[in-house]
């Protein structure tokens, strides 16, 4: 603190001395020689800790809100791991709300398969989740409706085919718009949600 107040006085400055290379690369130095060498066993240790008793799909939650996928790697997915159904799906589902890229990664190489995971449901969910920029889309398809839409107004499929043509000016035909989807999309989620 002493010194840190030093730098301060000497150079004249209110602030909180890090403007000062030298007290940065001292800061740095001192994280990697006695901060770094301790952060990852001592996650290793919490994580055992709190993944004791747990379920694997407990403890894959638990990486992946940590952001730890060489823990999931390591300890998770291991040989011989018996999965119960639709457990790695809504590992998949927190993966790609939460923009974890190398858990989706680590995801589809276990077995996930997007083909049969992507449905229409869990695409609209994917569309409608609070994380991230949607305001984009939620503008996106205010602006192709001409009109406001209720704060909670949840966006289909078929709005995503809108955005999409009006975003490509009109040059492609998105599936999503086409009368045969709009049919099987009606007969599947009834004909209030199509008409929104």
């Given at each position: 603190?002493?010194?840190?107040?030093?730098?301060?006085?000497?150079?004249?400055?209110?602030?909180?001395?890090?403007?000062?290379?030298?007290?940065?690369?001292?800061?740095?130095?001192?994280?990697?020689?006695?901060?770094?060498?301790?952060?990852?066993?001592?996650?290793?240790?919490v994580?055992?800790?709190?993944?004791?008793?747990?379920?694997?799909?407990d403890?894959?939650?638990?990486?992946?809100?940590?952001?730890?996928?060489?823990?999931?790697?390591?300890?998770?997915?291991?040989?011989?791991?018996?999965?119960?159904?639709?457990?790695?799906?809504?590992?998949?589902?927190?993966?790609?709300?939460?923009?974890?890229?190398?858990?989706?990664?680590?995801?589809?190489?276990?077995?996930?398969?997007?083909?049969?995971?992507?449905t229409?449901?869990?695409?609209?969910?994917?569309y409608?989740?609070?994380?991230?920029?949607?305001?984009?889309l939620?503008?996106?398809?205010?602006?192709?409706?001409?009109?406001?839409?209720?704060?909670?107004?949840?966006?289909?499929?078929?709005?995503?085919?809108?955005?999409?043509?009006?975003?490509?000016?009109?040059?492609?035909?998105?599936?999503?718009?086409?009368?045969?989807?709009?049919?099987?999309?009606?007969?599947l989620?009834?004909?209030?949600?199509?008409?929104?």
């Amino acid at each position: 603190m002493g010194t840190e107040m030093g730098c301060r006085e000497e150079r004249g400055v209110a602030g909180d001395g890090w403007e000062d290379g030298r007290i940065r690369g001292i800061a740095r130095q001192e994280f990697r020689t006695r901060i770094l060498p301790y952060e990852t066993p001592t996650r290793l240790y919490v994580w055992k800790r709190h993944s004791a008793n747990a379920s694997a799909p407990d403890q894959l939650s638990l990486a992946l809100a940590w952001n730890r996928v060489d823990i999931a790697r390591s300890q998770i997915f291991i040989y011989g791991q018996q999965w119960p159904i639709g457990s790695l799906e809504q590992a998949m589902l927190d993966a790609l709300v939460l923009d974890r890229v190398d858990f989706v990664k680590l995801l589809i190489e276990n077995g996930v398969s997007m083909h049969r995971f992507l449905t229409l449901s869990r695409l609209e969910e994917l569309y409608n989740t609070r994380h991230g920029p949607s305001n984009t889309l939620y503008h996106l398809v205010r602006d192709v409706k001409k009109g406001n839409l209720p704060p909670d107004y949840r966006i289909s499929l078929i709005d995503i085919g809108l955005v999409i043509e009006y975003l490509m000016g009109g040059a492609y035909r998105c599936n999503y718009t086409r009368k045969r989807f709009r049919t099987l999309y009606h007969n599947l989620f009834g004909p209030k949600r199509v008409s929104e």
